[in-house]
T-cell receptor, first 116, second 112 residues
Framework: GAGVSQTPSNKVTEKGKYVELRCDPISGHTALYWYRQSLGQGPEFLIYFQGTGAADDSGLPNDRFFAVRPEGSVSTLKIQRTERGDSAVYLCASSKNPGRPYNEQFFGPGTRLTVL | EDKVVQSPLSLVVHEGDTVTLNCSYEVTNFRSLLWYKQEKKAPTFLFML????IEKKSGRLSSILDKKELFSILNITATQTGDSAVYLCAVIYGGATNKLIFGTGTLLAVQP
């Protein structure tokens, strides 16, 4: 596909369960970002990958959150022991190698996670 | 603490009106400011501003940055119902990673 895709588009789970959210970036984009957008708020940075490695995970709220990108393309955001406060839209974005000049981040449609 | 603040939080106008959306920021290692339009889920890129005083323009939308006063405005002239969306302001920070810090957004509703 031409753009960033994310699956599932919606995920409803129960408190305490484990969830995985998938992001398929634009082909050839080495940089991949995860953001979380709570209702009425702007997106909040979670983690950044350059290739296969997590170059910056300073936005992950706690150790229940983890993300991987084993082959430098598709990424999975994993949330353990979900809590109601984890309910949000999780956005993925990809770009060409970051640096100067700024390479635009292209966002996916997001996964809406609802924790009951 | 780094932050981006947008105002107003929401705005209702009629078709044909002109609107001005505001964005102020306090961010260390500022590089550039971006505006996005978010209609459903995926934010779509509008403008990137790096230098003060240089207006960026695309059709009915325009934007300018003031790096001395640390703010930016987004203007939309002759608004249409299709302009209804959340407009997000974001600042690039964090060195080489290009991670973004966003404001809360302005919800614009354009009534026929």
């Amino acid at each position: 596909g031409a753009g960033v895709s994310q699956t599932p588009s919606n995920k409803v789970t129960e408190k305490g369960k484990y969830v995985e959210l998938r992001c398929d970036p634009i082909s050839g984009h080495t940089a991949l970002y995860w953001y979380r957008q709570s209702l009425g708020q702007g997106p909040e940075f979670l983690i950044y990958f350059q290739g296969t490695g997590a170059a910056d995970d300073s936005g992950l709220p706690n150790d229940r959150f983890f993300a991987v990108r084993p082959e430098g393309s598709v990424s999975t955001l994993k949330i353990q022991r979900t809590e109601r406060g984890d309910s949000a839209v999780y956005l993925c974005a990809s770009s060409k190698n970051p640096g100067r000049p700024y390479n635009e981040q292209f966002f996916g449609p997001g996964t809406r996670l609802t924790v009951l | 603490e780094d932050k981006v603040v947008q105002s107003p939080l929401s705005l209702v106008v009629h078709e044909g009106d002109t609107v001005t959306l505001n964005c102020s920021y306090e961010v260390t290692n500022f590089r550039s400011l971006l505006w996005y339009k978010q209609e459903k889920k995926a934010p779509t890129f509008l403008f990137m501003l790096t230098s003060s005083g240089i207006e960026k323009k695309s059709g009915r939308l325009s934007s300018i940055l003031d790096k001395k006063e640390l703010f930016s405005i987004l203007n939309i002239t002759a608004t249409q119902t299709g302009d209804s969306a959340v407009y997000l302001c974001a600042v690039i920070y964090g060195g080489a990673t290009n991670k973004l810090i966003f404001g809360t957004g302005t919800l614009l509703a354009v009534q026929p």
